[in-house]
């Protein structure tokens, strides 16, 4: 029964895309425009083993499309950076045909590294990527020291422990930050199969650069996460240190192995750190619970501020609640004090006043379609600062002063689809919408 009205507020929030589409790619702006690959040099390469893909990112000229052949790869432990003072294009045969594995990975180490501290504009696209999937750290690819008008694209990454894409900022850099797009990929099985809910385990996960960064929504100045495939990882999405994101027009989901962690995740201020996320804009997302246990976590903020509208709250499976809440928002540190139920005031946590450093103060949240498995879900809110079998959080984060259930004032999305992609990309081509 519920797959109907799940079709009919979907395709609702689709059929207005064509337009929108249109206007976004009559407003791109010159400075982020794609650039022209047609008048780009292409170079082949004969193999895509480690060494080759190496030399060959090694040799190329500047703006080169280096070109991989289909083939199956094994690297390894060996990692692969680039970090030339160029501009490149790093492109497969297409998923499922260009596939890299690395079955020897340690140390939290990365298969593919683009240091931004040498390298221009980066791109990267149509090759698979396949982690241990073991307790073992391991990481998919990782773009460093604040890389710019990055895009990634046409990837598949699957079964990594520690992240499948990071991106992270230069620590205590100055701006410009990290700014791009990742779109039209699929990221899945990224958790540590010993212990799912503990640990690593992201799809995506942004790292700032441990400044104090001003709140600068609808900018184009954040990691753009957009029409992407994520599905049981630990996090599909997560951030921390003064992050700053973009998740659109995603589908997520969720499995009973992963249900116990947000889909989308920020840090607050942890203990011992110096800064938490920054901002984070989630929406038109489609979050769905693939299960059959009670309930599962969907959008979970612990630090930060932004907004959260227009997103589909779904399930599919036999299952009681399905997803708990539109929204979470709770501290990072320290924890809230226990819930002391129903009628009793919400508590300060001894030692630490409102608010806590890098917490949540400016969010807003609206128009989020919530699908409950059982109807009204047995009473469980919308929004939740309180976790019925935890912590109690009202005390730090307060409707009409640290939330709104309301628009926000003033705010435009940046527009969509990202230019970067340029006017050629074909929207919701892929199947993964």
Same mark, same amino acid.
């Not at 659109?248 to 499995?255: G, M």
């Not at 730090?396 to 970067?420: A, C, F, N, V, W």
């Given at each position: ?96 045909? /260009? ?260 917490? /949540? ?73």
């Amino acid at each position: 029964m519920h797959n109907s009205r799940i079709n009919t507020t979907r395709t609702g929030a689709l059929a207005a895309l064509p337009a929108i589409a249109l206007l976004a790619v009559l407003a791109i702006s010159a400075a982020l425009a794609a650039p022209d690959s047609s008048r780009r040099q292409v170079l082949g390469v004969g193999s895509c083993a480690a060494a080759a893909v190496q030399q060959a990112i090694n040799d190329a000229p500047d703006g080169a499309i280096v070109e991989l052949p289909a083939g199956n790869c094994d690297w390894g432990s060996t990692a692969v950076t680039y970090a030339r003072d160029r501009s490149i294009w790093l492109r497969g045969a297409g998923i499922g045909n /260009t596939v890299i594995r690395r079955t020897g990975a340690s140390g939290n180490s990365f298969a593919l590294t683009f240091d931004c501290s040498q390298a221009n504009r980066v791109e990267l696209s149509d090759i698979t990527f396949i982690g241990r999937h073991t307790s073992t750290l391991d990481g998919g690819v990782r773009l460093t020291n604040s890389c710019r008008d990055f895009k990634l694209h046409d990837l598949h990454l699957s079964g990594f422990t520690a992240s499948a894409l990071e991106v992270r900022d230069t620590s205590f850099g100055t701006a410009p930050y990290s700014r791009g797009v990742v779109y039209d990929s699929r990221f899945d099985s990224c958790f540590n199969p010993g212990s799912p809910s503990n640990g690593e385990g992201y799809g995506i996960v942004v790292y700032g650069s441990h400044n104090v960064v001003p709140l600068d929504l609808g900018s184009a100045e954040a990691v753009f996460i957009e029409d992407n495939h994520f599905e049981e990882n630990r996090h599909s999405i997560a951030s921390n240190y003064g992050s700053r994101y973009v998740a659109r027009h995603n589908t997520l989901i969720t499995t009973n192995t992963t249900r116990n962690t947000s889909m989308i995740d920020a840090h607050g201020r942890q203990n011992g750190s110096d800064r938490g996320s920054r901002s984070w804009e989630v929406y038109q997302n489609h979050l769905i619970y693939r299960g059959n246990q009670y309930w599962a976590d969907g959008i979970a903020m612990r630090g930060g501020d932004g907004v959260i509208w227009g997103n589909l709250i779904d399930f599919d499976g036999d299952t009681e609640i399905g997803i708990a809440y539109s929204a979470q928002l709770v501290i990072e540190e320290p924890q809230c004090p226990d819930y002391p139920g129903d009628g009793q005031p919400p508590e300060q946590v001894p030692g630490s006043p409102y608010p806590v450093p890098d917490q /949540t103060t400016q969010a807003w949240i609206w128009d989020n379609a919530h699908v409950w498995a059982d109807g009204n879900a047995n009473g469980y809110d919308e929004l939740r600062v309180t976790d019925y079998g935890g912590w109690d959080c009202r005390f730090y984060i307060q409707e009409d002063r640290d939330y709104h259930l309301s628009p926000k004032p003033g705010y435009q999305p940046y527009t969509y689809p990202h230019p970067l992609r340029g006017s050629t990309d074909t929207i919701f081509a892929d199947g993964f919408d």
